[in-house]
């Protein structure tokens, strides 16, 4: 069992940046688990934003984000980070951590079935 909480989300004006940071408990030491961000914008499905492998040699940002997203893992912490910079309105979501099983130690997931477990979100509000 996992368990994941976001931290970092709240305010910023267009241009700004933030860093969003996910601490993951892992109850069975040693399982691996591919860690990322989704996403669900105001009134919109939920997307993916970015993901790393539970090895860190594999890293996945979301196309329409490259650029201005960036994830790193500590894996000595468990913990993952969204730095997010030239913020839009457009990016104005509640974030969510993510984390999903998988024996392929670089296995990255970029789709919502693929994850096992959820962190509660955090908002982030980009205003213009």
């Known amino acids: 069992q996992v368990h994941l909480v976001e931290s970092g989300g709240g305010l910023v004006q267009a241009g700004g940046s933030l860093r969003l940071s996910c601490a993951a408990s892992?109850?069975?030491?040693?399982?691996?688990?591919?860690l990322g961000w989704f996403r669900r914008p105001p009134g919109k499905e939920r997307e993916f934003v970015a993901a790393?492998?539970?090895?860190?040699?594999?890293?996945h940002v979301a196309d329409p984000l490259e650029g201005r997203f960036t994830i790193s893992r500590d894996n000595g912490k468990n913990t993952i980070s969204l730095q997010m910079n030239s913020l839009k309105p457009e990016d104005t979501a509640v974030y969510y951590c993510?984390?999903?099983?998988?024996?392929?130690?670089?296995?990255?997931?970029?789709?919502?079935?693929?994850?096992?477990?959820w962190g509660q979100g955090t908002q982030v509000t980009v205003s213009s």
């Open positions: 993510t984390a999903a099983h998988s024996t392929n130690t670089a296995y990255v997931p970029t789709k919502a079935p693929y994850v096992d477990y």
């Open positions: 892992i109850r069975t030491a040693g399982r691996p688990y591919a």
């Open positions: 790393v492998s539970w090895d860190g040699t594999t890293s």
